[in-house]
């Protein structure tokens, strides 16, 4: 299995020790767990300039498309991504964001739907949940199949000791995690991720090629492979959960005739 760790810190401090426990443990289960590292502050990331290039015409117009192309790539290349950002005001921290800002795309379209991955944060006092459920919640609507959540309290900025119940937790989310992600099963979509889902599916004729406001939507939505599927093929959806999926595609694509997303040209 290949495991990829992101740290969306600054430094490697109290998240990262985390990290490194959980990674620990997976290597005692598997010799053959393979690990790569990227840290974002090394990639000299530029911020995000709302350019739109990503959602009309595809990522590799935007003008910071070399790197991304590079962590993609690694995310592509991973079974398992295991992402660590640690709490800054209650939210993640500005690298992440800024990373997140950059994959926002996918949430129109989204793409790592056989990845999975765990989200990790400390906080010395409150908001390492709130970190946790809106990195976990970008990663699920832009395709991952399953994230767990992982918040911590250090109590502590830079002196943390990880106690022995906090130690449990990680032994028990490595143990958790890479069963699952040996495993290989596929995990059926959320009602709450079927939702924007079809939305889009719905909206996407209205940006087809030919049409007035044209975009890589429009394209994306009514190829063969999943025009007429409620989910990406490669996940299975209990039968229960289509007729759902199928509303709001029609929700979607009544809404279309309505409103309409308009650009520069």
Known sequence: MNYLLING????GNTWML???????IQAMSAEAVFDEIHLADLELPFCT?????????????????TMREVISKIDWSDGVIFATTTFNMQPAALTKNFIDHLCFMLHRPYFFTKKAIVISTVGGVGAKKAVQYTAGTLRGIGFNRCYE???VSYSYNAYEINEKTKNKCVKMAVKFHNDVASKEMHAPSLALLIPYNIFRGMSPAY??????ESLDGIHWTEPVRAKKVYDPS?????????FGGLFYAIGKMASKYAAITYRK
């Open 208 to 213: 087809a090629p030919g049409t007035e406001y």
């Open 235 to 243: 996940i299975p959806v209990p039968l229960y959960k289509k007729p």
């Open 19 to 25: 990290v490194e426990l959980i990674k620990n443990e």
């Open 150 to 152: 992982f918040p911590v």
């Open 50 to 66: 709302g350019c739109s290039l990503c959602f009309r015409k595809g990522h590799e117009h935007c003008p910071h498309n070399k």
């Open 9 to 12: 810190s600054p430094r490697k």
